[in-house]
């Protein structure tokens, strides 16, 4: 059984960091690429970041690219999303997300090319 577990939530004022975790479990970790998505208030789920099965390849959503970094430890089974300079309109929830496909070349930012999810971390940056 497959488990993603997220962690790191919580309130922030605006212009603060926070950084997230997802601890996996049930598949080998090092064999998928990753993703970061969230839903904001009233808003669909929206892709923020994902990284390769190998490491080296992320991709960001345009509005965070140069605050935030997705890095992952594969001895640990974990990802991470390092948020900096966050905004309020980064709040929402924030899920972490395996690809449905292991070692799939290139990074993908479809939702439906992603087929296990966490359960949400809320994150809340006020102004």
């Known amino acids: 059984q497959v488990q993603l577990v997220e962690s790191g939530g919580g309130l922030v004022q605006a212009g603060c960091p926070l950084r997230l975790s997802c601890a996996v479990s049930?598949?080998?970790?090092?064999?998928?690429?990753m993703g970061w998505f969230r839903q904001g208030p009233g808003k669909e789920r929206e892709f923020v970041a994902a990284?390769?099965?190998?490491?080296?390849?992320?991709l960001y959503t345009n509005s965070v690219k140069g605050r935030f970094i997705i890095s992952r430890d594969n001895a640990k089974n974990t990802v991470f999303l390092q948020m900096n300079n966050l905004k309020p309109e980064d709040t929402g929830v924030y899920y972490c997300?395996?690809?449905?496909?292991?070692?799939?070349?290139?990074?993908?930012?479809?939702?439906?090319?992603?087929?296990?999810w966490g359960q949400g971390t809320q994150v809340t940056v006020s102004s």
């Open positions: 997300a395996a690809d449905i496909r292991p070692r799939r070349p290139g990074v993908s930012q479809r939702i439906p090319d992603f087929g296990s």
């Open positions: 990284i390769s099965w190998i490491g080296g390849g992320t």
């Open positions: 049930g598949l080998v970790f090092s064999s998928y690429n």
